[in-house]
């Protein structure tokens, strides 16, 4: 099982099927989960400096204010943090407006365990040091 203790992620979410299901899998890994059940809250905290984020699972239509925009107010105080964005919706417009506001990966729901994994070891995992021999 992948550990990630110390890290902290958001996850920005209104369907409470999906929150708790991403919340759940992040949580096995000793990461620290905030959730928002809209865009409007995660945008506040953000760009109040009240939490800093390892990484971003940000669902697209989420209330109040959507996860494009979410997406380019979080990139406003973090350029570096993966942003994943995860929506059951798709058009190429979507895609494209996600990866210039600033979004790392455009996934389409529904979103496997096996997956949310890979993305969390991807961006998330330490990183083994390389041994210089004399």
Do not use: H, W
Request: hydrophobic share 40%; net charge negative.
């Amino acid at each position: 099982m992948l550990d990630i203790t110390g890290k902290r992620i958001a996850i920005v979410e209104d369907d409470i099927a999906s929150l708790k299901y991403y919340e759940t899998l992040l949580r096995e890994t000793g990461a620290a989960v905030d959730v928002f059940r809209n865009g409007k809250e995660f945008v506040e905290t953000v760009t109040s400096g009240k939490a800093v984020y390892d990484m971003v699972f940000m669902d697209f239509l989420v209330p109040l204010v959507n996860g494009i925009d979410c997406t380019r107010a979080f990139r406003q105080v973090n350029r570096s943090a993966p942003v994943i964005l995860v929506t059951a919706y798709y058009s190429e417009q979507t895609k494209n407006e996600a990866y210039i506001a600033g979004c790392t990966e455009y996934n389409l729901k529904p979103i496997f365990p096996d997956k949310v994994y890979m993305i969390l070891e991807k961006y998330l995992a330490p990183r083994p040091a390389y041994q210089m021999n004399d």
